[in-house]
Antibody
Framework: QLRLQESGPGLGKPSETLSLTCTVS??????????WGWIRQPPGRGLEWIGS???????DYNPSLMSRVTMSVDTSKNEFSLKLSSVTAADTATYYC????????????WGQGTLVTVSS | SSELTQDPAVSVALGQTVRITCQGD??????ANWYQQKPGQAPILVIY???SRPSGTPDRFSGSSSGNTASLTITGTQAEDEADYYC???????????FGGGTRLTVL
């Protein structure tokens, strides 16, 4: 059974860089044609796709966040990461990692999510 | 970016049938996927590629599509189906992925 688990600080200050990691277990991050994605959800609001990465390092980012997003992958640890720079209170959200099947745009396995609060 | 539009809230009587819709230009080219999210939990995929169910999705859930509108139908709605439902698809613009705003389903 594929499992994803987010980790990282739950609190950040404005203007800092948010860093999160997603550890994948139950399958290799290199297997198949899957991308690996990040989605966020501000409190009480809907889902927003942040970006996705292939095990080779190829990335696709939400254009509205592209200038602040960097994603990377570490196949030796079977994990991928998100960095979001210059955060503000508007970046306060639950951040989910998920497996992203690019062909259908489907996110078929999700982590449990981690709440990140940006506050001074 | 393209958008997917969903009704914010829908209600249904226990045991009845409910349809949740999702509208957007991207749906003319790409199939919709549907996710169920209960309070405090991560979303789970319930329908993909318009009308395919992952293992574990009850067969009372079905999907359909016509033109720019995709629908999620729950036949014989159960109390445990009360949740937020989100659609998503690939996109025809520069956004590879787009999500709808979500529909809160209340089971009466």
């Amino acid at each position: 059974q594929l499992r994803l688990q987010e980790s990282g600080p739950g609190l950040g200050k404005p203007s800092e860089t948010l860093s999160l990691t997603c550890t994948v277990s139950g399958d290799s991050i290199r297997s198949g044609t899957s991308f690996w994605g990040w989605i966020r959800q501000p409190p009480g609001r809907g889902l927003e796709w942040i970006g996705s990465i292939y095990y080779s390092g190829s990335t696709d980012y939400n254009p509205s966040l592209m200038s602040r997003v960097t994603m990377s992958v570490d196949t030796s640890k079977n994990e991928f990461s998100l960095k979001l720079s210059s955060v503000t209170a508007a970046d306060t959200a639950t951040y989910y990692c998920a497996r992203h099947e690019i062909v259908g745009g489907t996110f078929d396995y999700w982590g449990q999510g981690t709440l990140v609060t940006v506050s001074s | 970016s393209s958008e997917l539009t969903q009704d914010p809230a829908v209600s249904v009587a226990l045991g009845q049938t409910v349809r949740i819709t999702c509208q957007g230009d991207s749906l003319r080219s790409y199939s919709a996927n549907w996710y169920q999210q209960k309070p405090g939990q991560a979303p789970i995929l319930v329908i993909y590629a318009k009308n395919s169910r992952p293992s574990g999705t009850p067969d009372r859930f079905s999907g359909s599509s016509s033109g720019n509108t995709a629908s999620l139908t729950i036949t014989g709605t159960q109390a445990e189906d009360e949740a937020d439902y989100y659609c998503n698809s690939r996109d025809t613009s520069g956004y590879p992925v787009v999500f709808g705003g979500g529909t809160r389903l209340t089971v009466l």
